[in-house]
């Protein structure tokens, strides 16, 4: 049965941080590629980060390039998003996401609540 299980969201204060987790299980991880989407309510769902399964390579939005940082640890089954420097601008629905070509797969985590506030 396949799993991603999200943690790490929660309230913080502008120019903290937050490490956000997806621990995933029921499928070859490390074939597949992890993005991290937010969304914030009357707004568009957004691609923050991404890294390939195999080589690592990395990308980011450009509203997050500097702060946030995603990696992935393919013997714990999990990818990170570190997130430093929050902007209330940053307050979403954080989901990962799983996916590979040929053939076609994808799966998505249930979302966890990130918060930025003072």
């Known amino acids: 049965q396949v799993q991603l299980v999200e943690s790490g969201g929660g309230l913080v204060q502008p120019g903290g941080s937050l490490r956000l987790s997806c621990a995933a299980s029921?499928?070859?991880?490390?074939?597949?590629?992890m993005r991290w989407y937010r969304q914030a309510p009357g707004k568009e769902r957004e691609l923050v980060a991404q890294?390939?399964?195999?080589?690592?390579?990395?990308n980011y939005a450009d509203s997050v390039k500097g702060r946030f940082t995603i990696s992935r640890d393919n013997g714990k089954n999990t990818v990170y998003l570190q997130m430093n420097n929050l902007e209330p601008e940053d307050t979403a629905v954080y989901y990962c996401?799983?996916?590979?070509?040929?053939?076609?797969?994808?799966?998505w985590g249930q979302g966890t609540q990130v918060t930025v506030s003072s």
């Open positions: 890294i390939s399964g195999r080589s690592g390579s990395t």
């Open positions: 029921g499928f070859t991880f490390s074939v597949y590629a």
């Open positions: 996401r799983a996916d590979r070509s040929g053939p076609y797969r994808e799966y």
